[in-house]
């Protein structure tokens, strides 16, 4: 199988790592800070160098902004940032031996900011050198497109698009996991939403709803539950490519304003069926 680091970005999306989708530990992380590190990690991605030893990136305040906010201040980046730097995630990966290794790594391992609020402002960044080799051997991947990422404002729904765009192409359509994996690979915070109706109401439907309707992936998902008063136990996604016209809708839906739009897409939730 062909490496990540040999595809190429095209219409579909870039080739997001398996191994940066199925990180653990990034429950501090919130959509925006999410989307922006997409866009840091297709930028280094797209350059080639991303194997290079030495390799560090320059790309202006700008461009990372500009699908986020029409706001002129850089701060709301420089906050992404910081956390991109502090925050320690998880990464399961295989060694040159294909034996599984677990990392435990900072997204970033630097940044240097210009300390101007222009649009020639730039910000140089660089990967840390550990994670950029488990990547280099990465041979499973998703195309992410940094403008649905951007569109989106739950965390949740990031992770659930991600988890899709990894598994889109896949023989089967369906997949089982644990509850307690589910939580992990969807960023929640340990212990929140222990009860299966919050899990649902806070997590679940803000990620159905943003990803069916602001990406081009449908998704259903159901909570199975061994009976009525038992605690929610395992966790079936099932997705598909969209198709006509409700492609079309995700579509123009992204092109609109953000205004309005949490309310626009409430008017269409679909129902979450816990069984």
């Given at each position: ?11 579909a999306?870039?080739p ?31 350059s ?13 305040f ?51 900011t ?26 499973r991947?998703?195309r ?14 990031i ?29 929640v915070?340990?212990n ?10 806070k ?10 309707k ?30 006509g ?9 992204r ?21």
């Amino acid at each position: 199988m062909s490496l990540t680091l040999s595809q190429k970005t095209n219409a579909a999306g870039f080739p997001k790592p398996s191994e940066l989708i199925e990180i653990t530990g990034a429950h501090q992380l919130e959509a925006s800070d999410r989307a922006i590190q997409n866009m840091l990690f297709q930028h280094a991605h797209d350059s080639g160098r991303m194997s290079n030893p030495d390799a560090e990136w320059e790309i202006t305040f700008a461009e990372i902004r500009r699908p986020l906010s029409k706001h002129e201040s850089n701060d709301r980046v420089r906050a992404s940032l910081d956390k991109l730097m502090s925050i320690q995630v998880v990464v399961h990966y295989l060694n040159a031996r294909g034996e599984p290794r677990t990392m435990k790594t900072h997204l970033l391992e630097f940044t240097d900011t210009d300390d101007r609020d222009g649009d020639n402002a730039t910000v140089l960044f660089g990967i840390p050198k550990k994670l950029r080799t488990a990547l280099a051997r990465s041979n499973r991947w998703g195309r992410v497109r940094c403008e649905v990422t951007y569109a989106m404002t739950s965390k949740y729904a990031i992770s659930l698009y991600e988890m899709v765009c990894l598994r889109i192409n896949m023989h089967t359509c369906i997949e089982h996991f644990t509850i307690e994996r589910f939580r992990e690979l969807m960023g929640v915070p340990p212990n929140a939403y222990a009860d299966g109706q919050d899990f649902r109401r806070k997590v679940i439907e803000p990620a159905v709803l943003e990803v069916n309707k602001l990406s081009d992936m449908h998704v259903d998902i159901e909570l199975k539950r061994k009976h009525a008063r038992a605690p929610v136990h395992e966790v079936v996604v099932v997705w598909r490519k969209q198709e006509g016209e409700e492609f079309r809708a995700s579509m123009q839906e992204r092109d609109r304003s953000k205004v309005g739009r949490k309310a626009r897409l409430r008017g269409k939730i679909e129902a979450i069926t816990v069984a």
